[in-house]
């Protein structure tokens, strides 16, 4: 039998897993683990509602930001999904194929929430260092949405070859026990080859991306060398800027907690194994929280927002020249008004300024 497969072997004995116990430790970490999961999210479903209703989707910058959300929703909703372990009595080696699959979702889950933030630091970097690029970083779209969904793909399927996908503690993940209750060492390896490797990595990257681009800022402030379109540029880096540096905070909590069982071989700290449960499992809790302040900024335009869904109807009736006109420039802003004396000279507004004067 397949390792991953055979779950019960010597860890179940007498209500307890690998000396825990299972209606004690493993089920209230496991309470809380999906609890956060759960409410993260509901929070990014709310959010992503609300920036839909609110029209929040035709500037890349909102675009980017409602993609990200969605990683972190797909996390967090495979997260909560677990709760039904401990109905399933996966410690007593029952139901050890669904074990499996939830943590194939898992690892595939936590690459996507990880790429999507990564994806919002990517986009600053481009946008802050090449400037001039600005119009052109629009081509860069299908990349955010399809890179963060199609890489975990090539890693997922890792632990699954080496059967070392089951229960990690109080979820399921990548194995913590061997069969005999010792310290899945292959496992282990893996969850730093295959996960908290290129997590500790890729903070580390977006730590020195966030300090290039925060000196950078300052720099062409102090030597006051921003154009317009570059000022305005500033205003949209601010509030995506907080994304990446929200998300970092909460995910240390698991990567100590993992280093931490290593080195102790599969035992540790019981706080920070709770830290693990509940910060890991809301590791993009801050992002649907400040998209909806970042919202708030915004509800000058909002109401314009809302109307233009309301003028939707207007295609279904008749109307007179003058209202299909009205109805037209107010779906699309951009479209050019008539010649008349007063605006034919007026500079058409570009798509850059209209863009970040949104939040002014």
Excluded at 99 to 117: D, G, N, Q
Excluded at 131 to 156: C, D, N, Q, S, T
Excluded at 177 to 204: D, P, R
């Amino acid at each position: 039998m397949l390792m991953g497969l055979d779950l019960l072997g010597d860890t179940y004995f007498n209500g307890s897993y690998c000396n825990d116990s299972i209606k004690g430790e493993l089920a209230h970490l496991l309470l809380v683990f999906c609890i956060s999961g759960a409410v993260c999210a509901f929070l990014c479903f709310l959010t992503i509602i609300v920036m839909i209703f609110c029209r929040l989707f035709t500037l890349l910058t909102h675009r980017l930001i409602i993609y990200m959300l969605l990683g972190i929703f797909f996390y967090s909703f495979i997260v909560a999904a677990q709760c039904m372990n401990y109905w399933l009595n996966i410690w007593k080696g029952e139901h050890a194929v669904v074990c499996i699959v939830e943590s194939y979702f898992t690892e595939y889950a936590c690459w996507v929430m990880l790429l999507s933030v990564l994806m919002v630091t990517l986009h600053l970097t481009v946008m802050v260092l090449f400037p001039k690029f600005h119009i052109k970083m629009g081509r860069l779209e299908p990349f955010y949405i399809l890179f963060p969904w199609l890489f975990p793909l090539l890693v997922a399927w890792i632990p699954f070859v080496h059967n070392n996908y089951g229960i990690s503690g109080s979820w399921c993940w990548i194995r913590l026990y061997n069969n005999n209750c010792s310290l899945n060492k292959e496992g282990m390896i893996e969850m730093y080859a295959v996960l908290y490797g290129e997590l500790f990595v890729g903070l580390i990257l977006n730590n020195i991306a966030l300090i290039i681009i925060f000196v950078t800022l300052c720099k062409r402030v102090y030597c006051n060398t921003t154009c317009p379109n570059y000022r305005k540029t500033l205003k949209q880096t601010l509030p995506l800027v907080i994304y990446p540096i929200s998300y970092q905070l909460f995910t240390w909590f698991a990567i100590a907690n993992r280093l931490n069982q290593a080195l102790n071989k599969g035992s540790g700290g019981t706080w920070l194994f709770y830290m693990h449960a509940f910060f890991g499992a809301s590791g993009g809790f801050f992002a649907p929280l400040l998209s909806l302040l970042y919202i708030l900024f915004l509800r000058k335009t909002i109401k314009d927002n809302i109307r233009k869904w309301h003028c939707l109807k207007c295609f279904f009736g008749p109307k007179t020249e003058s209202e299909a006109t009205d109805t037209s420039r107010l779906i699309n802003p951009d479209q050019p008004e008539r010649a008349s004396s007063t605006n034919t000279n007026q500079p058409r507004e570009s798509e850059i300024e209209r863009e970040y004067e949104i939040i002014n």
